[in-house]
Nanobody, 116 residues
Framework: QVQLVESGGGLVQPGESLRLSCTVSGIPFRLYGMAWYRQAPGKQRELVAHIRSGGGTTTYADSVKGRFTISRDNTKNTMYLQMNSLKPEDTAVYYC?????????WGQGTQVTVSS
């Protein structure tokens, strides 16, 4: 059974940081390119950051470039998203999945709220 479990979200003030984690089971994680996505209220889900299977290549949405860092530890089947200098517009539910995403892999996500 494939499971992707996101964690690490919370309520923070603008300018603060959070680190999200995505723990994966049921697939050979090290072989998969992975990505973080987010969905804000009333908006479509969007790709935030992508990392290739070996971890050597990453890409980011323009809105988070320079503030967010995606990484992975293939020995722990875990992917991370370090989010710095958070803004209110980063408020969303954050999900992990492959890239392209597979419908059966969507988890519950983790809520990130940036508010003063």
């Amino acid at each position: 059974q494939v499971q992707l479990v996101e964690s690490g979200g919370g309520l923070v003030q603008p300018g603060e940081s959070l680190r999200l984690s995505c723990t994966v089971s049921g697939i050979p994680f090290r072989l998969y390119g992975m990505a973080w996505y987010r969905q804000a209220p009333g908006k479509q889900r969007e790709l935030v950051a992508h990392i290739r299977s070996g971890g050597g290549t990453t890409t980011y949405a323009d809105s988070v470039k320079g503030r967010f860092t995606i990484s992975r530890d293939n020995t722990k089947n875990t992917m991370y998203l370090q989010m710095n200098s958070l803004k209110p517009e980063d408020t969303a539910v954050y999900y992990c999945n492959g890239n392209p995403p597979r419908s059966e892999y969507w988890g519950q996500g983790t809520q990130v709220t940036v508010s003063s």
